[in-house]
């Protein structure tokens, strides 16, 4: 390392200091400050770790979380972001606040769509996991294809690595590329030929712009699909579930290539993340009675359905982001068998997307379907999400643009369980002040 680098360095880990011990924490600025010195420090790591990347836009903070959980029954030690600080400086800070490995480590680290080809321009990784693509901060990133972009000039500087990717989704499977590469999906049944809905993004053929159809559909446009025009279709996979079990709020049973394991965390898509860590476990020489093991950790992940103890209330507070991962959050809380609360916390900030309109893809209506007493909308921009849900047919909506009001709201509220869903700097406000309030250990790392 030069004296340049190791100055920075001493000049984030001492800034890392200060804010863990003076303040609530924060895992950029010291990044920030380090880049400024050294743009070029991530070059210094590049010989003291193997990297993974896991990129993507759903699921790459619990994927990253399951990954790690995998990879220590077999390593000493993995280094990681694991409150989802994934753009460069974030990365950085990850690596300058790392006890010094005394031989090479290896690190799993969550990197924005954006900022892959900051991290791979300093640091070759060995292999690259992709969860999906979907519509997501249109302000940042664009269409798809443009994001995918953005992720494949990361990949074009590491044309060795390889690939893990989502076989279920088409876009991964468009460009020819030398990288070796594994695909997992489902495969836990099939059916006659048939179509997604009119309304799901993705449904084009990527070779000749036909509609797609599918012999498996999970949600959106995943699955096992196929042209019937041009012969496209999904590739081989290496790994695939082959059975689903009993699914509900808080946990998720599932078998892959015939063999069962168990997750302590609700929804359909949180088996794509296991089935995506799984994938990198098998990879890297982690047998399937060990990833059984890690499986059955019951780790809260943070912002990712963490469940809160408030004065007697059970609150789960969920990330949200976009429409494929709102409806899948709503398909799996009305699993719950209980009347529930429920509560959205929307914000619109630069790290939520400053467009709201991703709202009105959400599929508010289903919430009839259960029984909710009470309903409640907070955050910067509540006013946005409450005529959304008025718009749904709720009439009766509680509103606390103060988060503080939210918190001393959910003692009164009428059900035991209460489901909060937020958007990424909302979750971050609301931990912030569940820590001032000694509700949860620490706020923002």
Partial sequence: MSLRSSLAEFAGRSSYWFLHTFTHGGSSLPGKIVTKLDPNILQAFSKKYDLVILTGTNGKTLTTALSVRVLREKYDSVLTNPTGSNMEQGIVTTFITAPRPKQKGLAVLEVDEANVVKVTKFITPIAFVFTNLFRDQMDRYGEIYTTYDKILAGVKLAPKATIIA????????????PNPVIYYGFNHESHADFKAPANTDG???????????YHLRTYANLGDYFCPHCGFKRPELTYQV??????TPTSSSFEIDGIPYQIEIGGLYNIYNALAAYSLGRFLGVSPAQIQHAFSADEQVFGRQEVINVDGKEVTLILVKNPVGLNQVLDMILTDPEPFSFGFLLNANYADGIDTSWIWDGDFERLHDHDIPYFMTGGERYKDITTRMEMAGIDKIDHLPDLNQVIEKIPQMPTKHVYLLATYTAVLQLRKLLADKKYIQGGMD
């Fill in 166 to 177: 989502n076989g279920d989704e088409q876009i991964f499977n468009t460009k020819e590329l």
């Fill in 242 to 247: 082959t059975k689903l079990g009993e699914l």
């Fill in 203 to 213: 449904l084009l053929c990527p070779k000749c712009h036909h509609i797609l159809h």
